[in-house]
């Protein structure tokens, strides 16, 4: 049995080795990452931060296995990812790695109940249904099951996609600048809830954001200058 | 769940996106179009061949203009018929009748219904009537106001009617036909003395038995028989028939592929904008971890759902449409068939998936392939798919389809350069046309502005949807010229007392009697011309066939019996071209003068000597003259003119046509009795049935035009939606800075309204142009404008363009653009 297939956490759940990124452009090579290097524990939280183009995002993308690097290693969940072809990542993404992005990203002709069973028909959840309702009555929106997104405002369109993170009970979740699209107090709410799900679920959670208050909720926090790593540790 | 369960679940629940309602909808309009052709050929076929041997009355039948005196040695069944024209009168009514004198056991195989009174279901009963009777038509009781019961005359015989014609073998053979049907005895003929040497007469020969010996009798049977003696089966006995259907059928398969291949058009349209709108969806599953494999086994099920959804919907609407269309043109005998073929329907819908895999897969290959770091940098475009690979699995399914209908390797040719020489033409006059709007955008103001530049900025799709349209509304205009045209042209092309009656079959002591009585009465009658039929078998002293190529000898010209005259002056409507009229001279070696067109199909040349077979004698003869005929000139005509004296002792029977102004028509019951053996046929009534057979073949296509119309829309509804965001974002963008909805709303109306204008006038100039060519390069018609086509497609344009453009995109003038914003996101 592989680390991957294993109940157990792996002891690190996400690590990279002199990472790079760079893309091709009209006046030469554009490095937008380069040589980080950052392991995260099970059940660990990281925030990475850093000004807009600091390659943030890039960073969230390679570590989850959406794209490929330029050079250095990744390890997902005990898999090398430099090994596997675009399939092969998905199928390792395939419920055990929950997103949650800015732009929240439901699927407009679904309502909330199934924008939720989305991963979980994927991953091919006998108790789909069961464990949908479950996470939207987590999210205090079991009376919204319902409503497609148009039907919602923005926080609970993002409570929904919460609840779609973590309804596979997902070994690692990333979030990319989860509050980004919403006002103080909504983020704020929203913020609480990811934190609670997480500790609750005992999740690995590494999440990019450029407000220094939420990252400073999680345990650990890389911040990159333009694409290279500065890390700064939390107690 | 699986990843087909998946796309159901996903097609379900987008089921009221537009660009999938689109997409059916153009899918419905192509099948239903293709399946209305293809449940019409299957019903035709099938009726034929459903028919078989009833409809020939036998297993087998031989026609032959001569009694055939011996047969194979065979134990078949057998029944001898002769079928004949001639006068039937009932006082001062007279009709031409077809005559089927038949003897008692006819026919061998189905029936013939008789019934006592009109309009009764009537029985199967023997089709030779009692002795001193004859069965008539329903048709001729009308005409000569007669009932069951009456008298009538026959040549010198009368009888009685004893009863109606409801149902006989070979009634699909009616379709076409014109002179009502009377059966008589046999042996009564004789007593009707309406047969003179050189009558034109057929000699019907049934057989009926087991198959073998049957076909044994068949196979000894065929190389003893003439050319002009015809030995048909069962089975292509509707062979005949089934041409004249033919090309109809081409027509109606073409067209419905034109409305399939527009359908194609916006199919894509809807695809591409579909693929589009998915590409976030797709991505997200990716990061959720689906494969290449399963978001392509969902897309495909989606499609594949879509497809068969869409094709069975628009084989039911072809089922309704062929209903309405056989009524249109197909003989009762067709349509009281009851059930619908199944083969058309996996015709049309293998079609319909053809053009919606042809339509969308290189949007869908684009959407699979699309990137999951997508639902991070939603810029990032899909994974291209190389133009070879879209283009060749669109140009593959297209090919497969058009080479599919039209048939044969060389119509797919000119159909595919056609239609490329056709969209070639239409995008160059849509450019053009666009050009001219920026002239006309630039001296108007206010919201007409605002919808020309509309017009003009989104250039291609302007483009897309203006040729579309335009190739719509031209084939329906060109359908509808073509009709009233033609008809109308050669009408109009008759001289003012062209004449309106043939007189056939005169004998040759009649003539000067003939000619007395029409000058008593003052009606002007052409020369009377003397006929012997005669098959053409040799040049030169060579078989005739021999000196042709094989392409060339499958002509009427040598499989049938001509109509020889001879004549010592040029007829009026002729025209020497080369050589000299015989004339007057009466050579020993026998001259003739021969028509231009078959001169040139035969390779006939001056002073090559032609040899002619009538009755058991051949006569051969020198072509000393080549001249031109114009065969509408409703006078006799005559392919091949002899010098007098070289058929003189053949029998004759002689043909003149004369014109019976409308207010003279009581001369010909007057006529009828005196020369009861003479044969009127009346033109007029001959083009009118010819008139009525060519508007319901007309019509049928037109309905199917509304097909294309159809098509011609979606193309314009599917652009609009595939440019609907754009133009919401625009809408906000010019509602928040303060403009009214009713100027919005105007913008657009302006911009349909003129883009339908402008798919009008381009349909004009280009059906002008084509009924030009047609006019003058095909029926030698003069060429005429016609200035009500420059209202009346424009106008429809606008109506249609403007109707569905503005159905398409009036709700982005109603959302308020706060609403707007947060949808577009």
Redesign the interface.
Known sequence: MTPADSPQFPATAVSAHALSQTVPTADGTLTILSEVGLAVQAGETLAITGASGSGKSTLLGLLAGLDHASAGEIVLLGERLGGLDEDARARLRAGRVGFVFQSFQLLPALTALENILLPLELAGRADARERALHWLDRVGLAARAGHTPRQLSGGEQQRVALARAFATDPEIVFADEPTGNLDADTGARIIDLLFELNASARTTLILVTHDDALASRCQRRLHLVAGRAQEVEFA | ?TFVR?GL??LR??RA?GEWRVLLLALVIGVGSVSTTGFLGDRIKRAMSEQGASFLGADLLVTSPRPIDTWPDHALQTSNALEFASMVSRGDAFQLGTLRAVDAVYPLRGEVRIADRPFEAGAPRPAQPPPGAVYVDQELLTLLNAAVGDSVQIGEATLRIAGVVVEEPGQLAGVFGFAPRVFMRADEVEATRVLQPGSRLTYLYQFAGEPEPLAAFGTTLKPQLETTQRMIGSRDGVETLRGAFANADHYLQLTALISLLLSVAAIAIAAHRHALRHY??AA??????????QLRTLYAVQLLTLGVLGSLAGVAVGALTQQALAGLILPEAVTRLPSLGTAPVGVAVISGLLALAGASLPALMRLIRV???R????DLPPLPVAAWVSASISGSALLILIGWYAGDAKLVAIFVGALAALIGVLILLARLALVAGRGVQKISYGPVRFGLAQLLRHRFDSTLQLGAFTLALFLVALLALVRSDLIDGWRQQLPENAPNHFLVNIAPHQQAAVAAYLAEHRLEASEVYPMVRGRLVSKNGLPIADTLPPEARDTNTLRRELNLTWTTTLPANNVLLSGTWHGERSDPSAEISVESQMAERLNLALGDTLGFESGDQTITARITSIRSVKWESMQPNFFVIFSPGPLDALPASAIASVYVPPDATGVLPGFVKTFPGITILALDKLIANIEAVFAQIVAAIQLLLGFLLAAGMAVVVATLLASLDARQQEAVLLRTLGAQRAYLAKGLWSEFIALGVLAGLLASICAEIAMALIADRLFDLPVRLHPWLWLALPAAGALLVGASGWLTTRHITRVPPMQSI??L?
Do not use: N
């Not at chain 2, 997200?284 to 494999?293: D, E, P, Q, V």
């Not at chain 2, 639902?375 to 939603?378: A, E, K, N, Y």
């Open positions: 769940m998946l679940w996903l629940r987008e996106s976030d969806q997200l599953l990716r990061c959720m971890g689906a494969t290449t494999a990137p999951p770091l639902v991070l940098r939603r947060r949808a996101g």
